[in-house]
């Protein structure tokens, strides 16, 4: 048994876009699996793994040794939290699959592979709101910004005016963080230790009649932001995971007598350029090739004309299914996935067969069994291809 798999983004992805994944499994010899999928993975201080998001390969079933490529999609909502290398805030991508334990029928084997993925956003740091000025006074101190965002690289001009002052400082300040709270703990993750503001840039005089200091935003600094991702999920209700970072600029004055300095912060937003849009479709069409999609996915089967139900026999729960390839091509990697539909709202648990080849003419039996009295059967046929055919069939058919 092998499996290995590729994105075709070329290992990145924006925000609200989609993350390709091309997936192969090559069976040796004739298999059983109890599930395979992807998951979206990342590690927070205080787990060991948080699911993202995932997306079926496939559901138990059995297959005939061969091999087997599918593609799948995973959307990357608007929500998830961007990579952030500086602290540790990164993901991959996991392919897993079960397989029933060979000895001990209690326990499954799993095998998995994994790849980085940095997941990226078009308009960090894009100015959303208004600039203003800023003027504060504190026991004679006066401060005045003409505005109060600033892109990285950029000089801050600070006016400042004071009576019985020996010392003007101004630092600029960055709170940085990761945001982990657990419900469960009914506290925030102890392993995310509280740092204190680190400071970028600090600029002092003694000169009092200046009137102004000069502070430069580092050419790296981080854009203010806040992202919070919740768990939508029941096992992870409760969980929350993101980062932030929050700037600002702190002024002390040093009083001609006395001891106690003046101190207050200035809170300023620092944004960065938005992200270029024509690299953005560079990024989004890098690494399309022929494994990707085709134009058969999303097509009805009428057009597609690729296999057609030939009969249907009931015993009971059980249902013999007679599918027959009536395009003029042989399929390879094939699958076969049988549901019931009940009430004509939900579906039963579903079977699943795999074919290596799947000869042009040729007809396959497969038997779904369930206990629940099932109005339609629901077939969806997928293939090496990348073609995704569904069908559903009333049991009661008239096929003749």
């Given amino acids: 048994m092998k499996i290995e798999f590729k994105d075709l983004n070329n290992g990145s992805v924006f925000l609200g876009d989609k993350l390709i994944i091309s997936s192969k499994f090559i069976f040796e010899e004739d298999s ?81 592979r994994t790849q980085k993925i940095e997941i990226r956003s078009k308009v960090q740091g894009i ?76 600029a002092k005089t003694t000169n009092i009649e200046k009137r102004f200091l000069f502070l430069k935003i580092p050419e790296i600094a981080e854009p ?23 700037w600002s600029l702190k002024v002390i004055g040093k009083p001609l007598t006395g001891r106690d300095k003046m101190k207050f912060d200035v809170p300023i937003t620092v944004v960065s350029k938005p992200v270029d849009e024509a690299k953005i479709g560079a990024d989004l069409f890098a690494g399309q090739h022929s494994g990707a999609p085709t134009l058969f996915e999303g097509l009805s089967s009428k057009l597609q004309k690729v296999f057609k139900i030939i009969s249907i026999e009931s015993d009971m729960h059980k249902y013999i299914v ?17 549901s019931g539909l009940l009430e004509g709202l939900f579906e039963t648990s579903p079977t699943l067969e795999g074919f290596s080849e799947w000869i042009s003419g040729e007809e ?29 069939t009333s049991v009661s058919s008239d096929f003749f």
Avoid at 235 to 245: A, L, R, V
């Fill in 127 to 202: 100015q959303t709101k208004k600039s203003n000025p800023i003027s504060f006074s504190l026991s004679g101190l006066n401060i005045n910004l003409s505005k109060d965002i600033f892109k990285p690289g950029e000089t801050i001009k600070v006016n400042f005016s004071g009576e019985e002052l020996k010392e003007i400082e101004i630092r600029l300040l960055q709170e940085a963080n990761l945001i982990c709270y657990c419900d469960a703990y009914g506290q925030t993750c102890r392993k995310v230790e509280k740092l204190p503001p680190a400071i970028a840039g600090d």
């Fill in 364 to 392: 396959k039996e497969i038997m779904y069994e369930t206990k629940q009295n099932v109005s339609s059967l629901i077939t969806i046929l997928e293939d090496n291809q990348q073609r995704n055919i569904r069908l559903q």
């Fill in 32 to 112: 059983s699996i109890m599930w395979s999928g992807l998951q979206l993975i990342t590690n927070p201080p205080c787990a060991k793994e948080l699911q993202i998001a995932k997306a079926e390969i496939f559901s138990k079933g059995n297959f005939e040794s061969g091999e087997y490529v599918r593609n799948r999609t995973i959307l990357i909502k608007n929500n998830v939290v961007p990579t952030i290398k500086n602290r540790n805030l990164e993901y991959h991508i996991k392919l897993i699959m079960r397989q029933p334990h060979p000895i001990n029928p209690d326990d499954d084997l799993l095998i998995n």
């Fill in 224 to 246: 203010s932001h806040r992202y919070v991702w919740e768990a939508q999920e029941k096992e992870q209700w409760g969980f929350k995971y993101g980062d932030y970072t929050r």
């Fill in 322 to 338: 007679k599918i027959k390839n009536i395009s003029s091509d042989n399929l390879n990697g094939v699958t076969v996935k049988l």
